[in-house]
Every structure is written in C-alpha cells, then in structure tokens.
C-alpha cells in the first residue's frame, strides 16, 4: 500500500491540526495503521495506533487525551486529530501500515509501508 501523508503546518501552542494520510494500492481496512513522529536529532517515536476489524487505538503517553486517531475506509484515509499542542510535539509526521496486527503496534521496524512525513511545528 502507498501512503501520503498531508496537512502539517504552523500553529500555535494550544491549538490544533488534523494529519490526513490517503492510501493507496491494496485495501485499506485490513490494514494496521499508526502514526509516528520524529523530531530534529532524535529517534522516530511512536504516536497512535488504530486496530483493523475492531478499530481499537493506541496512544502513546505524551499524546493521551489530546490526539485521536481515526480511519474512513470508505475514503481510505487515515486521520490524526491534535488538539492542545504543545512546543514538544513539533516534529516531522510519518503514517504508517503494515497488513496484520499484533501486539508489537508501537514498533516503528514492524511497519512496511510508510508516508513521505508532514512537518508540525508547534511555536510557544
């Protein structure tokens, strides 16, 4: 499957972004999903993760209870909603997929397919 990921910019500390990532090429509701971030001089990190079939998320700490991952099959389309962003969530944002599922969700070498990454920048 192909990714694109898309709707990065600049905001300001305490507002909000949505990241669309449109796929491509196989379909898309069987897919594992998840978003993951970098920032500058440091590793790619795990952000969220939506479950095919049940469409359980996953969230990591830093981002519980601000980001809402979601899915439109319909549209193949992989979404990310940040609300409450702060200067420490500015980095480069990468969608990714991978056709099973498993517990190993938050690892970024389990993913196969990944988005070209969409820059959020979060000034204070």
């Known amino acids: 499957v192909q990714l694109q990921a898309s709707g990065g910019g600049l905001v300001q500390a305490g507002g909000s972004l949505r990241l669309s990532c449109a796929a491509s090429?196989?379909?898309?509701?069987?897919?594992?999903m998840a978003w993951f971030r970098q920032a500058p001089g440091k590793e790619r990190d795990f952000a969220a993760a939506?479950?095919?079939?049940?469409?359980?998320?996953y969230y990591a700490d830093s981002v519980k209870g601000r980001f809402t991952v979601s899915r439109d099959s319909a549209k193949n389309t992989l979404y990310l909603q940040m609300n409450s962003l702060k200067p420490e969530d500015t980095a480069v944002y990468y969608c990714?997929?991978?056709?099973?599922?498993?517990?190993?969700?938050?690892?970024?070498?389990?993913?196969?397919?990944w988005g070209q990454g969409t820059q959020v920048t979060v000034s204070s």
């Open positions: 939506i479950r095919p079939g049940s469409g359980a998320k």
């Open positions: 990714a997929a991978r056709g099973y599922w498993s517990v190993r969700y938050s690892e970024t070498n389990t993913y196969n397919s």
């Open positions: 090429g196989r379909p898309f509701s069987n897919y594992a």
